[in-house]
């Protein structure tokens, strides 16, 4: 392959790199005191503005937790604490925790300390832990610290990310050193103390303001705070330990801006609020500073007859060469901006141009196949969306409605009546918390009140029968996933002629896993059908055509391998012809996710 980049270095060689070492062995000489001195002028400006951007990084952190006493929900429960409405407490926490955790990309984890019951939280990875109490914060030395100052906030040394509440799912091999600031969080009115918020955030964005100005690896930066602690330094293996007294005294204010021993250039300032006392340096070592300045004096060698000459000889290379068939991909792809998706491309080409033609020949043809799937599925959306809004009812008033003809029921002495507005009163304030937790209880409740209204529909036709052991009961499951089974058996037994069928609902528990079995006598299914049926119900959504046949089993089994893992689900049996079974595995060894 012919390539540009080597006739390109070709011709640095010849006109550009040869010529620049000749020029400067005749201007070196001349040129070095004044770029030294500009250096050093430089150099100056750059500590003192990488010292304020400091000063304002460090004013920001120090003021976030200031954002919280603008929620007032979430100020309320720091001075009411967890004991009442714990769970939407909780949730208000979660929220207020996770948005706060989210504004800043430098913050690891945040620990929420409440005083009113000594209940804490941590925030990791965007989610919450549990409570745990922790009445023996207020004794660790950094909170005493922050307890017995006047100021509101504490800023501790670098340290290794370490888990406070033992719950955060927080991996072991997280190491990361985080700076930490404690917050104290009072009554503005009172001064009533109220918590503490500990934000513990990663060096990335001091160590991008402290390196910004650093040319290569041969300067280093070193950030200290009044105790004399390493905040930050271009060696990360000093970050967190005491500076050494050899580099003190290096670094010491009272010799800023002047040569070390060693004749090192140092620079130093201490800052000002929110840090004051510490202190930031650069140094650099002298054979790296008279090397810039050697570097520097090298660009002025370039004069205009020499520049002229070998600049016109190389753009007249270079444009037949290099730039002719960039203008023709440039062309090409503006037809691709004035919606030309089908432009033509050379992929014959043997070089660079041929390689990033075929590459964009390529991408196009992906964003083809991607606009074509979009349009399809914003279609798809739009279906879906047009559902939706011809199933929606608000729940609340049909409830509502429900309790003021029962009351009509029991004013009429209509005792019956009332029984079966009940149950579907029932199934209504179920139905409304379906997206709150369940137990196999609630399943239970909620499957015999729609019974009870079944039975009163098909009078003595009817025969049901429900097994479900008393210490099964309060084992914890995802809602509404008992009743769709029950429902189906009347659609598919008593709606097709089966009349006499009996449905049996029992649960049981199989090793390590809690089984809840709907099964009845009637309608079956062929094997061929109970094959299809699997398949549909067992295929990931996001693979193959999407079916909207049966998809009250799929959306139940969907929601258990959601909750659990893939062991969770529904297995189907079709009891040789005899009936049909659907059995609902949940494993116990998990939680929900």
């Avoid at 620990?111 to 109490?133: C, D, P, Q």
């Avoid at 598919?492 to 049996?504: K, S, T, V």
Wanted: charged residues 25%; aromatic residues 10%.
């Amino acid at each position: 392959m012919k390539s540009i980049h080597k006739r390109l270095l070709f011709l640095l060689l010849v006109f550009i790199i040869l010529p620049y070492f000749l020029s400067v062995l005749l201007i070196y000489r001349q040129t070095k005191e004044n770029v030294e001195r500009h250096e050093l002028e430089n150099s100056q400006e750059q500590i003192q503005q990488a010292s304020a951007d400091l000063e304002q990084y460090f004013d920001e952190i120090i003021n976030l937790p200031y954002i919280l006493y603008r929620n007032p929900d979430l100020f309320r429960v720091f001075e009411e604490g967890l004991e009442e409405d714990f769970y939407y407490k909780q949730l208000e926490i979660n929220k207020g925790m996770t948005n706060f955790y989210l504004m800043r990309s430098e913050i690891r984890q945040i620990r929420l300390f409440i005083n009113e019951g000594k209940s804490s939280f941590t925030v990791y990875n965007a989610m919450l832990s549990s409570r745990k109490r922790n009445p023996g914060l207020l004794q660790q030395a950094s909170i005493q610290k922050l307890m017995s100052s006047n100021s509101n906030d504490l800023i501790e040394a670098p340290h290794p990310i370490e888990n406070y509440n033992d719950t955060s799912i927080m991996p072991p091999s997280d190491k990361t050193m985080v700076l930490t600031v404690h917050h104290k969080i009072v009554d503005v009115l009172t001064q009533e103390f109220l918590g503490v918020i500990t934000i513990d955030i990663d060096l990335d964005k001091i160590a991008h303001i402290a390196n910004h100005f650093l040319q290569k690896n041969k300067e280093s930066v070193w950030l200290s705070d009044a105790e004399n602690h390493v905040i930050y330094a271009s060696d990360e293996t000093w970050i967190g330990k005491t500076v050494p007294d050899e580099l003190q005294r290096k670094i010491s204010p009272i010799q800023a801006d002047t040569k070390s021993p060693e004749g090192d250039i140092v620079f130093t300032r201490t800052l000002q609020e929110p840090i004051k006392e510490w202190h930031f340096a650069k140094v650099t070592p002298s054979s790296f500073l008279f090397e810039d300045v050697r570097k520097t004096a090298y660009t002025n060698i370039i004069v205009g007859v020499v520049v002229g000459g070998l600049g016109l000889i190389m753009i007249t290379i270079i444009s037949y060469g290099f730039t002719r068939p960039i203008k023709l991909l440039s062309q090409k792809v503006q037809r691709i901006e004035g919606r030309n998706m089908n432009a033509p491309f050379d992929d014959m080409r043997e070089d660079e141009i041929g390689i990033l033609e075929r590459h964009i020949k390529e991408m196009m043809n992906r964003i083809n196949r991607h606009i074509d799937r979009e349009y399809k599925l914003e279609i798809e959306n739009r279906k879906n969306q047009h559902r939706a809004l011809k199933s929606q009812i608000n729940p609340h008033f049909l409830f509502n409605s429900l309790q003021s003809i029962a009351a009509v029921a029991l004013l009429s002495e209509s005792p019956k009546v009332y029984q079966l507005i009940t149950s579907l009163s029932k199934m209504m304030r179920y139905s409304i918390r379906v997206d709150q937790k369940a137990t196999v209880q609630s399943e239970v409740d909620y499957v015999q009140a729609y019974l009870n209204l079944q039975a009163e529909r098909f009078q003595t036709d009817f025969s049901y029968s429900i097994d479900v052991p008393k210490d099964i009961l309060d084992i914890p499951v995802p809602s509404m996933i008992l009743q769709p089974l029950v429902e189906n058996f009347f659609k598919h037994c008593y709606d097709e002629g089966y009349e006499q069928a009996y449905i049996h609902i029992y649960g049981e528990i199989q090793g390590e896993y809690l089984n809840l079995v709907v099964e009845n006598n009637g309608n079956s299914v062929t094997d061929d059908e109970l094959e299809a049926l699997k398949n549909n119900l067992y295929t990931p959504v996001n693979e193959g055509n999407p079916s909207f046949a049966h998809i009250g089993l799929k959306n139940i089994h969907d929601r258990l391998v959601l909750h659990f893992d893939q062991t969770a689900g529904i297995k189907l049996d079709s009891m040789q012809g005899q009936g049909f079974t659907v059995r609902l595995v949940i494993p116990l060894y998990l939680k929900e996710k």
